[in-house]
């Protein structure tokens, strides 16, 4: 009897072995999986089949071999699966459906005021199911939705244990699941989105993830692991310490680099939202301050676009004050956005000191950042004694979905392991 069940986990493993080098090949062939895996060309054989039965893999056009009969090319399908990724946030949510790439498939944003009610749960679920119904995929394929929310999870996964911004204390998921039908699991955002930044930059051994939402996020990856600490906040540097007389944090405390460097920081000390901030920010300044990231949540910043100033039709002088207040303006925001990243630098360069790694910038201020920016803070971080280079600074290009695609990962690497 024992005999007997061994042989089905080798099996099993056989065939996961196949799949998982097909993967990371992502186009092979027979006789590369048989030199690769080191397996009988029947094992492989039957294992190709087995995997082709479940449309798992499939035979795309063919190798030129050195001679002799070509060389069928082998792939995973990446649609095979879909997984379903969800960020909430305090009035709104971002939904998206990735393959087994982990390349997001459809995305799309509601606004959703957030309270913790069942009427909330069960639009949630609505807006679920209508964007699963919308992309046309069978219930078999969606192998589950995760969910980043804001707010730290307990050890469990199964409740919100810290949820001051959006008075989340009492989420759990359990309310949730009752309005999904599949697969459901909670995960803390910005652990989310560090775990999409592990994904997409797999040599990654240290770094520190500054999630630059509406409200700011933070992560450490230390030995490719995201740490999550003794009771869950470890990387919570959102409430590391800027200023011990700064403005009060939602925290408690003051002077938090939350209070600084967060979306919401940043709009409130501009009067105006980042989009105009940026677009306003950018004019004339030519191709060098072309954003480095693609825009999130649909923001595209219009860089060399005459003022508002320059756009009213006036004459004489009103025109030429009118012109005046663009200028002022564009000051005042220049000024704003240099102590923004200053801000950011001094943070950086003590995060550095620690982490001795990456520095991951991400989320919806992200996209807005420019080559000169990053130039900017290499510039104040780079008098410390322990310089970091550029090469060391990734910014990313998921905007506002970047927690939805990262929770959506877990499910396509419980399917990895499974198959
Ligand atoms: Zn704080």
Known sequence: MKKSVSLVDLKGLNRNSVYNFIYRERTTSKQQIVQGLNMGLSTVSQNIRLLEEA???????????????????????????????????????????????????????????????????????????????????????????????????SANGQAVDYGEIMNNYDMKLSNITKHIQYP????????????????????????????????????????????????????????????????????????????????????????????????????????????????????VARVNERSDGELRDGGGGARVNERSDGELRRMEYATIWADYLDKLAYAIRNLSIIIDGSIIISGYLATYFTEDDIKTILYKVNSSPFPITREQIIVSTYGQYAPAVGAALYYVDEFKKSV
């Open 55 to 153: 449309r798992l893999i499939e035979r795309s056009g063919s190798f030129n071999s050195t001679g002799g009969r070509k060389a069928d090319a082998i792939q995973i399908v990446r649609t095979a699966r879909v997984s379903i990724g969800v960020g909430i946030l305090l009035h709104s949510i971002y939904i998206v459906a990735i393959d087994l790439y982990g390349e997001v498939i459809d995305s799309q944003a509601f606004d959703l005021d957030y309270s913790n009610s069942d009427e909330y749960y069960y639009m949630l679920g609505q807006h679920i199911s209508n964007f699963i119904k919308h992309g046309h995929w069978q219930k078999p394929d969606i192998l589950g939705v995760s969910i980043a929310t804001q707010g730290t999870i």
């Open 184 to 299: 459901c699991r909670l995960e803390h955002d910005s652990k989310a989105a560090a775990y999409l930044e592990l994904w997409n930059n797999p040599e990654t051994e240290n770094a520190v993830v500054l999630l630059l939402n509406r409200n700011f996020g933070g992560s450490l990856i230390i030995n490719k692991k995201i740490v999550k600490g003794s009771h869950m906040h470890a990387g919570a540097i959102e409430h590391l310490c800027i200023s011990r007389d700064g403005p009060r944090c939602y925290c408690g405390n003051r002077g938090c680099l939350e209070t600084y460097c967060s979306a919401n920081a940043l709009e409130a000390a501009a009067g105006t939202k980042a989009h105009d901030f940026f677009d306003k920010l950018r004019q004339r300044t030519g191709d060098a301050s072309e954003a480095l990231g693609v825009r999130g949540g649909g923001v």
